[in-house]
């Protein structure tokens, strides 16, 4: 009993252990060694194959990774494990992958983080530990083996503590993502490097208020010219929360992005007084919520002479109808050369704020609420201000006049790029007086139908992209790039009135076919962007566009994107893989080529018949055939005309006429023969007399020779006498043999008269005088009638 419990426990262990252990496999990869195992309920890290380049087993139940896991992945380049339940790595799970680049470990169960992980991941370059269980970093330089590292991410709700050799060996590290949220200890010079971050990005959430001086030790650390700072998901509603800031101002900092903040009037005066002298030349704000007003005058006294860009995106502001009109902002304005607010609700800027910018060369205004009216006031119509604006963007608004806002910006002489696109124009003038200086013009989906000499024919760059245009038959000789995407165009434009356009974007319109001319047109044109088209797999185009097109352009958006429509059999294929039959692409060569092989061997029947007689065979047997259905028994009434029908060669003739005949004809009784140059009817087709002859004598008599063999119509008479053989079962023929003659020679299709000669005495002429007597009584024998 205890041996078969022991047996019992022994064999479920060693079964448990397989079930363990036996890991699934996951072999869903694409040519470029891509293995997508993402989300598939992985309990263990899959196998997968030896080759794979790009890895992604994200979003699975994985729980560890064991020293064998990728022992066999060495090429492995990118690995995602992010999204699983990961507690453990071996030491020694990664040192096969030192062509590692991109390591994703983010959210899982991580509670420490080990150098040994990273001892051989020599390559790697991107590295992402966000969201994991640990609560300090840096009681060991974790990092010290990563020399090539350029990008880190680390950091959760979770971390208490980061201590001084957190970066330790990071010597070339230029972008850090930090998230410390509940944060309570950070040890000066944690962050430092060898060299400046290049972009820094840090979400401390409510430490601003709770632990600022935490916050002036990270942000001492982290402020230097060369770094770009970005601070997010943090309440900045006081003035003690801005007071961090001050490191930034001390360290120098050139380029400041606040993102996700919530913030007061307050808050926002004392940061510009913060930042006022600091060499701060862009400040961000993006997903910023705004309590106040804008009546932010007690920070006038701030200087900004450094300052050349501000960029405001996303902003919520709760008393928007009573915000103020900036003007109290003057001693910030003036300075910057280019400014953004974009998806802020903004429905005018008032020409009095606008006028304040008196150095601006760039003015993004899109994704807002302007319309013809607000943008009269907003670009100051008549005001002659912004001289040096050389880019506006106002997309995305609800502009409807396109002549207005060409009578806006014409007197902007140095303005070269304007997007006015996802606008609602619909028409366009035929005459527009745009600034000589403009060179890039964007009007994509404004729902146009119609092109008009509106255009200005300086531009270098024109996008008429998503609109509803047929056709486009203008000239603009200085024209470099132009986007006709996502239009109703059926033929491909005429590049001769383009003579300077070497890129050319057509996607997405109702072009068939374009040919190797059309891209000719274009003197200069280099790279093509038309799939997504209908297009109709002729011959010549798929011959075209395989042979010809890649030696003509460079398509960017790649062989891939042109797809056949029709015909129906070659629809959703692409150009690259249609095949066509050689009847589909060569119609009149083929079927004159099927019809001149038909001719040619009509013609070499025909030939071949003359040559062997076929049609003479099919007259005779069609003969043979009539008479053959003959009633046997008018055949027998009848009476027999001669004795024999004579066959034999025209070269015999002498024998037969000299010798056989006279003696046979005078024998007593005479023996009535039949000679075809005597008996044959004058003017009936010859076989008709062969057949006749035959039918109407009692014997046929064959004169054998060697002419006689090689003779056609002895043969034709042999072929009869064959027919009636086969068909009456009778012994009719009776043989001479003139001279010695090889059985061999006589046709082989003859197999009955062969029998015959084999199993019935012939006769045979002598040579000797004295033996002729009992030859003629022997063949007038064999010829005597029966009934005689």
């Known amino acids: 009993m205890e041996t078969s419990l022991s047996t019992f426990i022994c064999f479920s262990f060693t079964w448990i252990h397989v079930l363990t252990f036996q890991r699934r496999n996951c072999f869903q990869c694409d040519t470029n060694h891509f293995c997508n195992c993402s989300s598939q309920n992985f309990l263990q890290v899959p196998a997968v194959p030896e080759n794979v380049i790009d890895l992604d087993i994200s979003f699975n139940n994985i729980e560890s990774v064991e020293k064998t896991d990728l022992s066999l992945c060495s090429e492995l380049e990118i690995l995602y494990m992010q999204e699983n339940k990961l507690k453990r790595i071996h030491d020694e799970a990664f040192r096969s992958q030192s062509n590692l680049v991109v390591l994703d470990l983010s959210f899982n169960k991580l509670e420490n983080i080990a150098s040994s992980w990273f001892h051989d991941l020599k390559s790697l370059k991107h590295l992402n530990l966000l969201g994991n269980l640990y609560t300090t970093l840096g009681s060991k330089s974790v990092f010290q083996y990563l020399g090539n590292?350029?990008?880190?991410?680390?950091?959760?709700?979770?971390?208490?503590?980061?201590?001084?050799?957190?970066?330790?060996?990071?010597t070339q590290l230029d972008e850090m993502t930090f998230i410390g949220h509940n944060l309570r200890s950070y040890?000066?010079?944690?962050?430092?490097?060898?060299?400046?971050?290049?972009?820094?990005?840090?979400?401390?959430?409510?430490?601003?208020?709770?632990?600022?001086?935490?916050?002036?030790?990270?942000?001492?650390?982290?402020?230097h010219p060369k770094t770009s700072l970005?601070?997010?998901?943090?309440?900045?509603?006081?003035?003690?929360?801005?007071?961090?800031?001050?490191?930034?101002?001390?360290?120098?900092?050139?380029?400041?992005?606040?993102?996700?903040?919530?913030?007061?009037?307050?808050?926002?005066?004392?940061?510009?007084?913060?930042?006022?002298?600091?060499?701060?030349?862009?400040?961000?704000?993006?997903?910023?919520?705004?309590?106040?007003?804008?009546?932010?005058?007690?920070?006038?006294?701030?200087?900004?002479?450094?300052?050349?860009t501000i960029f405001?995106?996303?902003?919520?502001?709760?008393?928007?109808?009573?915000?103020?009109?900036?003007?109290?902002?003057?001693?910030?304005?003036?300075?910057?050369?280019?400014?953004?607010?974009?998806?802020?609700?903004?429905?005018?800027?008032?020409?009095?704020?606008?006028?304040?910018?008196?150095?601006?060369?760039?003015?993004?205004?899109?994704?807002?609420?302007?319309?013809?009216?607000?943008?009269?006031?907003?670009?100051?119509?008549?005001?002659?201000?912004?001289?040096?604006?050389?880019?506006?963007?106002?997309?995305?608004?609800?502009?409807?006049?396109?002549?207005?806002?060409?009578?806006?910006?014409?007197?902007?002489?140095?303005?070269?790029?304007?997007?006015?696109?996802?606008?609602?124009?619909?028409?366009?003038?035929?005459?527009?007086?745009?600034?000589?200086?403009?060179?890039?013009?964007?009007?994509?989906?404004?729902?146009?139908?119609?092109?008009?000499?509106?255009?200005?024919?300086?531009?270098?760059?024109?996008d008429l992209s998503e609109n509803d245009l047929t056709v486009f038959h203008l000239s603009l000789p200085n024209l470099v790039e132009l986007n006709l995407s996502g239009n109703r165009f059926l033929h491909f434009p005429d590049g001769g009135r383009f003579p300077r356009v070497n890129v050319l974007l057509v996607q997405r319109n109702t072009l068939n076919v374009f040919n190797k001319s059309d891209l000719m047109s274009f003197k200069h044109l280099q790279y093509l962007e038309a799939g997504l088209n209908n297009?109709?797999?002729?011959?010549?185009?798929?011959?075209?566009?395989?042979?010809?097109?890649?030696?003509?352009?460079?398509?960017?958006?790649?062989?891939?994107?042109?797809?056949?429509?029709?015909?129906?059999?070659?629809r959703g294929q692409t150009v690259d893989s249609a095949q066509l039959s050689v009847f589909e692409c060569h119609m009149i060569p083929a079927v004159s080529i099927l019809c001149s092989m038909i001719v040619l061997t009509l013609v070499l029947v025909g030939v071949t018949c003359h040559k062997l007689h076929v049609l003479w065979y099919l007259k005779m047997t069609a003969a043979w055939l009539r008479a053959k259905r003959k009633p046997a028994v008018h055949r027998a009434r009848e009476n027999l005309r001669y004795d024999a029908f004579v066959s034999y060669s025209q070269r015999d003739a002498e024998w037969v006429e000299e010798i056989l005949v006279p003696k046979l004809e005078s024998a007593q009784p005479p023996f009535a023969l039949c000679l075809h140059e005597r008996d044959f009817r004058p003017g009936r087709w010859i076989v008709d007399n062969i057949i006749d002859s035959t039918e109407k004598s009692h014997r046929t008599l064959f004169v054998l020779s060697q002419h006689f063999v090689t003779s056609e119509w002895c043969r034709y008479e042999l072929d009869f006498s064959h027919f009636r053989i086969v068909d009456e079962h009778n012994d009719s023929a009776v043989l001479i043999l003139l001279e010695p003659i090889a059985k061999q020679t006589i046709p082989k299709r003859f197999c009955k008269l062969r029998k015959i000669m084999n199993s019935k005495t012939y006769l045979e002429w002598p040579q000797e005088e004295e033996r002729r007597e009992e030859f003629w009584s022997n063949l007038q024998a064999a010829l005597k009638r029966e009934d005689s």
């Open 187 to 223: 040890e000066k010079g944690s962050f430092n490097t060898t060299r400046p971050i290049t972009a820094i990005s840090l979400s401390l959430n409510g430490l601003f208020q709770e632990n600022p001086s935490l916050v002036s030790k990270i942000l001492r650390d982290v402020s």
């Open 535 to 570: 297009f109709v797999c002729s011959c010549e185009f798929v011959t075209f566009f395989k042979g010809d097109v890649d030696h003509l352009v460079t398509l960017r958006d790649g062989h891939d994107n042109y797809v056949c429509d029709s015909p129906f059999p070659l």
């Open 230 to 308: 970005t601070i997010r998901d943090a309440l900045l509603n006081t003035n003690d929360s801005m007071q961090p800031l001050e490191e930034v101002r001390k360290g120098g900092t050139a380029r400041l992005t606040l993102q996700n903040i919530s913030t007061t009037d307050e808050a926002v005066t004392s940061l510009l007084k913060v930042l006022g002298g600091s060499p701060v030349s862009y400040i961000g704000v993006e997903d910023i919520q705004l309590r106040g007003e804008g009546w932010w005058e007690k920070s006038w006294r701030a200087r900004y002479d450094n300052l050349s």
């Open 312 to 462: 405001v995106r996303n902003v919520e502001i709760q008393g928007f109808f009573t915000f103020s009109s900036m003007i109290q902002l003057a001693f910030l304005l003036k300075h910057p050369q280019a400014v953004s607010v974009i998806n802020c609700t903004v429905f005018v800027m008032p020409c009095i704020t606008s006028s304040l910018l008196k150095n601006i060369e760039y003015l993004d205004l899109s994704k807002n609420l302007l319309t013809d009216v607000t943008i009269q006031e907003t670009l100051c119509y008549g005001a002659g201000v912004m001289h040096h604006l050389n880019t506006l963007n106002v997309s995305y608004n609800s502009l409807k006049s396109l002549q207005l806002m060409f009578k806006l910006v014409t007197r902007l002489r140095k303005l070269t790029f304007l997007d006015i696109s996802h606008n609602d124009f619909r028409t366009m003038p035929q005459k527009c007086d745009w600034p000589e200086s403009l060179r890039f013009l964007n009007l994509s989906a404004t729902k146009l139908y119609r092109a008009t000499p509106c255009l200005p024919v300086s531009l270098t760059s024109l």
């Open 149 to 170: 590292l350029r990008t880190l991410k680390l950091g959760d709700l979770l971390l208490k503590k980061v201590e001084k050799n957190l970066l330790t060996g990071l």
